[in-house]
């Protein structure tokens, strides 16, 4: 491929519906919920309101959203 060829990109993106979370049968006392439960839709508007937001900006918004 030369460098002057027209290159095309395609983006696919997926979202849940439903909230997405660790089975209750894999937490316990040793080894315990790391993260929240996670609606992706949730997340999509926390981030958009981050963005608009220069108050609440942080270098990590998924861990800022999903961590306990």
């Known amino acids: 491929m030369n460098v002057n060829d027209e290159r095309y990109t395609l983006e696919l993106f997926e979202f849940q519906k439903e909230e997405i979370s660790v089975p209750d049968e894999l937490v316990d ?22 963005i608009y937001d220069s108050n609440t900006k942080t270098d990590y918004p998924i861990e800022a959203y999903c961590v306990i």
């Open 29 to 50: 006392d040793e080894q315990p919920l790391k993260y929240k439960p996670f609606n992706h839709l949730d997340y999509e508007m926390t981030l958009l309101k981050q």
